[in-house]
């Protein structure tokens, strides 16, 4: 079993903002296997299929971003998923728009969202992708978040959704995570 969370803010105002690269990403999973979120559940909208026996599911936590462990411990808990089996999809500060870094477990650098899981779980040992959305001046960095991309970053940004969906399409076929790491880091 595999839980794939993409971190985000529902509504839809936050639709296109750098915070839902998460959103996004799962979005675009789900377009590439051919599966609707559609089950709402445990404060998230989650989908669940089946890849060469195993079940995966896809999940997006309706909690804000700064609460998104609520709901990830919940469905862990629910369905008995380990720590190792999940993956957390989130935006970087710290990465140019559209680049991507992916780590087997870290401290939260930050990332309010991540913050939360690691209080809910109790650990850090779980797979992360990371999507770059850029920096800016600290001062800004709530509004930065909350605000789309500008139009001549908007193809940098589907890059970096693309190459997340990628790289975790890769894992999914062949549950080796540090190959993955090694292929797309």
């Known amino acids: ?5 993409g971190l985000g803010n529902p509504g839809r105002e936050y639709d296109q903002t750098k915070h839902n690269m998460g ?15 559609n089950k709402s559940e445990f404060s998230a909208i989650d989908t669940h299929f089946k890849l060469a026996g195993e079940t995966i599911y896809l999940v997006k936590p309706l909690t804000f971003m700064n609460s998104s462990g609520n709901a ?3 469905l862990m808990s629910y369905y008995q998923i380990r720590p190792e089996e999940i993956l957390v999809i989130q935006d970087d500060l710290d990465l140019p728009i559209g680049k991507i870094r992916l780590r087997e477990k870290g401290s939260a650098g930050g990332h309010n969202g991540i913050k939360s899981i690691i209080a809910a779980t109790g650990t850090q040992d ?3 992708v990371k999507i770059g959305i ?5 001062a800004q960095v709530v509004n930065w978040v909350l605000t789309p ?3 001549a970053e908007q193809a940098n940004a589907q890059a970096g959704i693309g190459l997340a969906a990628q790289a975790i399409q890769k894992w999914l076929e062949t549950d080796n995570f540090s190959q993955v790491m090694n292929d797309f880091n």
């Open 149 to 151: 991309f500008q139009k």
């Open 72 to 74: 990830v411990k919940q």
């Open 126 to 128: 779980f797979k992360r």
């Open 134 to 138: 850029g920096h800016p001046d600290r």
């Open 23 to 37: 959103f996004m990403t799962i979005d675009a999973l789900a377009d590439t296997y051919q599966v609707e979120l």
């Open 1 to 5: 079993m595999k839980a794939i969370f």
